[in-house]
């Protein structure tokens, strides 16, 4: 069974750091792209970062309202993706998708359960 | 960025109506257009990709249309556990974005 698994989300203060996991299972991690999705409570979906898969030498993208705060990084040996978050904000706060996609263009076939993120003092 | 507006952002329906979601791309995406499903505390799940091809263990009753700029998602007749949130995304450019949102009520 394909799956995509979350941790690592919790309460933070204002200008604190996270990082959140994401265990994958059931596919060939290194062949696919890997994006990090946030919902805040009560709103929309919103896309935060990708990493993309192997053959494109796993290169990443950002957010622009994240770009230079968050990175993300992947472990292909543990099948695991990572979220660092630096200088958060209140903004932040949502619950934190990791999502599965083929490659450019593909839909996000595959969504973890989700970890909540909550920033304040 | 390119900017989904779904419509209506919210409507009220009963078991059995059919019911139709539109979605329109502030520029042409072609068919890189997928249809999202999401219930309360649950994380969304994929109905429909590239604007008409339905996603393996979706119901029939879900079909979407469209191409370039704007797009439907019509559910034929409203089942009890289609009362939920449904959300549109481009994948056509990145930043891929989605739309706002449409909440199906009973």
């Known amino acids: 069974e394909v799956q995509l698994v979350e941790s690592g989300g919790g309460l933070v203060q204002p200008g604190g750091s996270l990082r959140l996991s994401c265990a994958a299972s059931g596919f060939t991690f290194s062949d696919y792209y890997i994006d990090w999705v946030r919902q805040a409570p009560g709103k929309g979906l919103e896309w935060v970062a990708r990493?993309?898969?192997?053959?494109?030498?796993?290169?990443?993208e950002y957010a622009a309202s994240v770009k230079g705060r968050f990175t993300v990084s992947r472990d292909d040996s543990k099948k695991s993706l990572y979220l660092q978050m630096n200088s958060l904000k209140t903004e932040d706060a949502a619950v934190y998708y990791c999502?599965?996609?083929?490659?450019?263009?593909?839909?996000?076939?595959?969504w973890g359960q989700g970890t909540l993120v909550t920033v304040s003092s | 960025d390119i900017q989904m507006t779904q419509s209506p952002s919210s409507l009220s329906a009963s078991v059995g109506d059919g019911v139709t979601i539109t979605c329109r791309a502030s520029?042409?995406?072609?068919?890189?257009l997928n249809w999202y499903q999401q219930k309360p505390g649950k994380a969304p799940k994929l109905l429909i990709y590239?604007?008409?091809s339905l996603q393996s263990g979706v119901p029939s009753r879900f079909s979407g249309s469209g191409s370039g700029t704007d797009f439907t998602l019509t559910i034929s007749s409203l089942q009890p556990e289609d009362f939920a949130t449904y959300y549109c995304q481009q994948s056509y450019s990145n930043p891929v974005t989605f739309g706002g949102g449409t909440k199906v009520e009973i």
């Open positions: 520029q042409s995406i072609s068919t890189y």
């Open positions: 590239a604007a008409s």
């Open positions: 990493s993309r898969d192997k053959a494109n030498r796993y290169t990443t």
């Open positions: 999502t599965r996609g083929g490659r450019s263009g593909s839909p996000f076939d595959t």
